[in-house]
C-alpha cells in the first residue's frame, strides 16, 4: 500500500485495520483525531491529565482489539468516541463517583432555546469562570457539552455516541446551559 492515505476516509481506514492492514490506516486515523478524543476525555476526567492520557490510550488499544466490530455504516468518530466514553465509565464505575454525579434535573427551569449571541459572546469573554463552571457540570451534562462545542458533534452524533436518546441529549445540554448561566451569575 503506497498510496496517500490523508484522501482516505476514516470509515475505509478503518476497515483495512479490521483487514488486517494495520500500521499506516491507524497511525492516520490517530493523527486525524488524536487530539479531539483527548480533549473530550479531559473534560469527561475533569482536567485530569493524567487519567485523560491513561483513558485515551486505553481507548485506541480497545479500537484496535475491537476494529472486526466496526461496521462502515456508523461513523469512525462516533464508533471511537463511544469507546473512549466506555473505557472511562469503566475507569469511574464506583459506588462513590456514580453517586456523585447523579443528578435531580426536574428542579431547574429549562431555558427555552439555546444560549443567544450574547450569552455566547458573555461566555467567551469569560473564559476562566467558564472554565470552572464547565469542570462543576455533571459528568452526563459535561459530556455532551464537550461532544457539542469541542468535538463538533451534531446531537444525533451525541445521541449514537452517549447511546442516548436526540431528545435526551438535547435536555442535558439545554440543563448543562442552566446551570452554566446559574454557575456565571454567581460568579458575576
Known amino acids: ?6 484522501q482516505i476516509p476514516d ?3 478503518m476497515v483495512l485495520v479490521a483487514n488486517g492492514v494495520i500500521e499506516r490506516p491507524a497511525t492516520e486515523l490517530f493523527r486525524r483525531h488524536n487530539r479531539a478524543l483527548f480533549n473530550f ?4 476526567c475533569q482536567g485530569n491529565t493524567a487519567e485523560a492520557e491513561d483513558v485515551t490510550q486505553k481507548a485506541w488499544v480497545k479500537l484496535m482489539t475491537r476494529c472486526a466490530d466496526y461496521s462502515p455504516q456508523s461513523a469512525f468518530r ?3 468516541f ?3 466514553r466506555n473505557t472511562w465509565l469503566d475507569v469511574k464505575k464506583s459506588a462513590f463517583e456514580q453517586g456523585k454525579d447523579a443528578i435531580d434535573e426536574t428542579h ?3 431555558p427555552a432555546e439555546d444560549l443567544s449571541p450574547d450569552a455566547e459572546l458573555i461566555l467567551r469573554q469569560n473564559l476562566q469562570s467558564v472554565h470552572k463552571a464547565l469542570l462543576s457540570l455533571p459528568a452526563v451534562q459535561r459530556e455532551v457539552v464537550a461532544l457539542r462545542f469541542f468535538s ?3 446531537l444525533e452524533e451525541i ?3 452517549v447511546g442516548e436518546g436526540f431528545e435526551t441529549v438535547k435536555s442535558r445540554l439545554r440543563y448543562a446551559f442552566a446551570r452554566l448561566r446559574q454557575e456565571l451569575e454567581a460568579q458575576a
Do not use: R
Not at 476525555?41 to 469527561?44: G, K, N, Q, S
Open 152 to 154: 463538533d458533534m451534531s
Open 108 to 110: 431547574l427551569q429549562l
Open 41 to 44: 476525555v479531559a473534560w469527561l
Open 159 to 161: 445521541a449514537h455516541t
Open 1 to 6: 500500500m503506497n498510496e496517500d492515505l490523508s
Open 78 to 80: 462516533t464508533f471511537l
Open 11 to 13: 470509515e475505509d481506514l
Open 82 to 84: 463511544q469507546i473512549a
